[in-house]
């Protein structure tokens, strides 16, 4: 398996507050993903990273924002969660652009 | 739209019985294409990718994909399921080089013993 690590695994938290997700590979990819997985949608792209501090939309990106410092670490932060922000959330990496992703094990996040 | 569609949400085969999956895209020029599974609680494993070249493309645990250009599909196909093979399985198409990965909603595949 491709060395991503999404953490945490499980959460639980309250609207309104925020929340960070962490993605952290060992590849030394150049490409970072972040995609959000619900019943009836399939994965949809929230973020993305093509270098260190170099980020861009995807489609889903409305109250998400990244960052990238280090090109091991991206991060997905909820500045206010909300309910209709409680999905599964999946990291992936690749790379060059378009060659095939390699996914972590996902967190699932639950907004109470 | 553009989109990628996935008709069959959830499908049901007997160990052993050959598979099918569908897959179709309405981008117009060729793109790129993946087929991925998901078994439980895990993330997304590759299978198999298109990109040009042969239209038949062979990938893990014995699956194999075919690319029609004229029915814009790229059909995901077994000759026998194997009970482990039960998981979700995900179309992808990346519509041009510009563009990021797209991807169907899934299609659930239940094998019975």
């Known amino acids: 398996d491709a060395g991503i690590t999404q953490s945490p695994r499980h959460k639980v938290t309250e609207t309104g507050t925020p929340v960070t997700l962490r993605c952290h590979q060992t590849?030394?990819?150049?490409?970072m993903y972040w995609y959000r997985q619900d019943p009836g949608h399939g994965l949809r792209l929230i973020h993305y990273?093509?270098?260190?501090?170099?980020?861009d939309k995807g489609e889903v990106s409305d109250g998400y924002s990244v960052s990238r410092s280090k090109t091991e670490d991206f991060l997905l932060t909820l500045e206010s969660a909300t309910s209709s922000q409680t999905s599964v959330y999946f990291c992936?990496?690749?790379?060059?652009?378009?060659?095939?992703?390699?996914f972590g094990n996902g967190t699932r996040l639950t907004v109470t | 739209a553009q989109s990628v569609t996935q008709p069959d949400i959830h499908i049901t085969v007997s160990e052993g019985a050959s598979l099918e999956l569908r897959c179709n895209y309405s981008?117009?020029?060729?793109?790129?294409l993946f087929w991925y599974v998901q078994s439980p609680g895990q993330g997304l494993q590759l299978l198999l990718k298109?990109?040009?070249?042969?239209?038949l493309v062979q990938g893990i645990k014995g699956f194999e994909a075919e690319f029609k250009r004229s029915q814009s599909s790229f059909n995901l196909r077994k000759p026998s399921v194997h009970w482990s093979d039960a998981a979700e399985y995900f179309c992808?198409?990346?519509?041009?080089?510009?563009?990021?990965?797209?991807f169907g909603t899934g299609t659930r595949l239940q094998v019975t013993l």
């Open positions: 992936a990496i690749s790379e060059e652009n378009n060659s095939p992703l390699h």
């Open positions: 590849e030394n990819h150049r490409y």
């Open positions: 990273s093509y270098g260190v501090k170099d980020t």
């Open positions: 981008y117009g020029a060729t793109p790129y």
């Open positions: 298109y990109f040009s070249g042969d239209t």
């Open positions: 992808a198409v990346v519509p041009g080089t510009a563009s990021k990965l797209t």
